[in-house]
């Protein structure tokens, strides 16, 4: 079993940048499919990217392409969601989330990862 703790959130001007980090601990990191999801109140649970266990495959939400870079550090147990050029429809609690098997076509569901953190604020407004 993995616990997994998310930092980095904040307030931020449009335009401006983060690099959210979620740390692992409990379990071999190496053997989790890492993934980044966010949340606004109301909607549900979007996919944002995900990376495979050596971090050799990456994977994004169509709408994620180009301001998003997800990347791991399997010695540092830690998993990382840099977000450039941040709007305000950015403006959501980001989590990290683990799966042990990963799937080509269900990846994107937040149904498939067995472990969550609590989330990380991000807040995009002038």
């Known amino acids: 079993q993995v616990q997994l703790v998310e930092s980095g959130g904040g307030s931020v001007q449009p335009g401006g940048s983060l690099r959210l980090s979620c740390a692992a601990s409990?379990?071999?990191?190496?053997?989790?499919?890492m993934a980044w999801f966010r949340q606004t109140p109301g909607k549900e649970r979007e996919f944002v990217s995900a990376i495979t266990w050596s971090g050799d495959n990456t994977y994004y939400a169509d709408s994620m392409k180009g301001r998003f870079a997800i990347s791991r550090d399997n010695v540092k147990n830690t998993v990382y969601l840099q977000i450039n050029s941040l709007e305000p429809e950015d403006t959501a609690i980001y989590y990290c989330?683990?799966?042990?098997?990963?799937?080509?076509?269900?990846?994107?569901?937040?149904?498939?990862?067995?472990?969550w953190g609590r989330g990380t604020q991000v807040t995009v407004s002038s």
């Open positions: 989330a683990a799966t042990g098997v990963f799937s080509l076509t269900r990846y994107v569901r937040s149904s498939e990862y067995d472990y």
């Open positions: 409990g379990d071999t990191f190496s053997r989790y499919v």
